[in-house]
């Protein structure tokens, strides 16, 4: 099993910036892939951002590129999501997720643990 914490979300003025953390704890997964998803009341769950082991793949959905940055640190078990120049429309629950077998997908299915999410809020 493998749980998983996000901090870091909170509430930012519209151009501001967070910086959220994903810490994993239990069992150590080599070679999985890590990746961010947000959701809103009443709207589909939404891929963010994704990361390899390796950090040699990584994907990001278009409506972050260039402003959102996934990182990780395998030694501390923790991925990290930069947001920069935030939008009012980025405010969402966001939920960090692990994928136990190598390959960045987009789809959240097919991640196997899931965060209790946080909490982001952005005003215009």
């Known amino acids: 099993q493998v749980q998983l914490v996000e901090s870091g979300g909170g509430l930012v003025q519209a151009g501001g910036s967070l910086r959220l953390s994903c810490a994993a704890s239990?069992?150590?997964?080599?070679?999985?892939?890590m990746g961010w998803f947000r959701q809103t009341p009443g709207k589909e769950r939404e891929f963010v951002a994704a990361?390899?082991?390796?950090?040699?793949?990584?994907s990001y959905a278009d409506s972050v590129k260039g402003r959102f940055t996934i990182s990780r640190d395998n030694a501390k078990r923790t991925v990290y999501l930069q947001m920069n120049s935030l939008k009012p429309e980025d405010a969402a629950v966001y939920y960090c997720?692990?994928?136990?077998?190598?390959?960045?997908?987009?789809?959240?299915?097919?991640?196997?643990?899931w965060g209790q999410g946080t909490q982001v809020t952005v005003s215009s």
């Open positions: 997720a692990v994928k136990v077998s190598p390959g960045i997908v987009r789809t959240g299915d097919d991640y196997n643990y």
């Open positions: 239990g069992r150590t997964v080599i070679g999985s892939v």
């Open positions: 990361l390899s082991w390796s950090e040699i793949a990584i």
